[in-house]
């Protein structure tokens, strides 16, 4: 069911640089579990450990918080919708018919995609809107609701006796605040095993793995974007 240990106690430190300054909430009414499943201490944010094909991982997900996905998605639509004064399903519907984003998606991280469907299916919800609330600047930015706060990353170079470091902050709208999550994931095949800091619903924000890489991804939204992608 679970990973089988610890990723190091870099990773721990990392993690807990994560979650610094995010509220935490009681996990004790996280819906049913199964062999994809854990809920976590009450300390700690909503916690998932999920194994399997991508489609799987993201089934798991979605039926596992399956209540506060369809929560938070709810109040992502209204933001939109208040923000523009469009209705929010026909907003997505035009924003999914304007870009090419999967063509890029399909190309670069299909396995990502399988984890949207799966995720989609386990929550009980529309694929497209499932996809699009994977799109933390893209739907912003073609809504013309672009902050000038964004997020900072930074980097530390390891030395002989001190590891690399990487750690960034989340500038992203309140209303994801009480929603947040960690994945433990551990795909099926040779591949890492993965942490990740989130919310529910969306794959992930950033993360380490164990193979000592860790992502922090920053929006240069003052460059150029294309509508297929990178």
């Not at 430190?13 to 509220?23: E, K």
């Not at 964004?150 to 006796?161: Q, Y």
Request: net charge negative.
């Amino acid at each position: 069911m679970s990973c089988s240990r610890l990723l190091g106690s870099s990773t721990a430190v990392l993690l807990l640089c994560l979650m610094a300054g995010f509220a935490c909430r009681d996990s004790a009414d996280l819906p049913g579990r199964d062999l994809h499943v854990r809920s976590a201490p009450d300390s700690l944010p909503y916690y998932l450990e999920l194994e399997g094909t991508p489609y799987e991982i993201g089934l798991a997900h979605g039926s596992g918080l399956k209540t506060q996905i369809h929560q938070v998605v709810g109040l992502w639509k209204d933001r939109y919708g208040s923000r523009t004064g469009v209705d929010p399903d026909s907003l997505l519907a035009v924003l999914m018919r304007k870009n090419d984003y999967l063509s890029s998606i399909r190309k670069y991280t299909p396995d990502l995609l399988e984890e949207v469907r799966g995720l989609a299916d386990g929550a009980g919800m529309d694929f497209n809107t499932m996809l699009a609330f994977q799109y933390l600047d893209e739907v912003g930015m073609n809504c013309m609701d672009v902050l000038a706060d964004k997020c900072t990353g930074l980097g530390l170079a390891g030395t002989a006796g001190r590891p690399a470091l990487v750690a960034q902050n989340m500038d992203l709208e309140s209303l994801r605040q009480g929603y947040q999550a960690v994945l433990r994931i551990k795909k099926t095949g040779a591949g890492p095993q993965v942490l990740v800091f989130t919310c529910a619903g969306l794959i992930a924000t950033n993360g380490v793995n164990s193979r000592g890489v860790g992502v922090c991804v920053n929006a240069l939204t003052q460059l150029d974007y294309r509508l297929e992608g990178l």
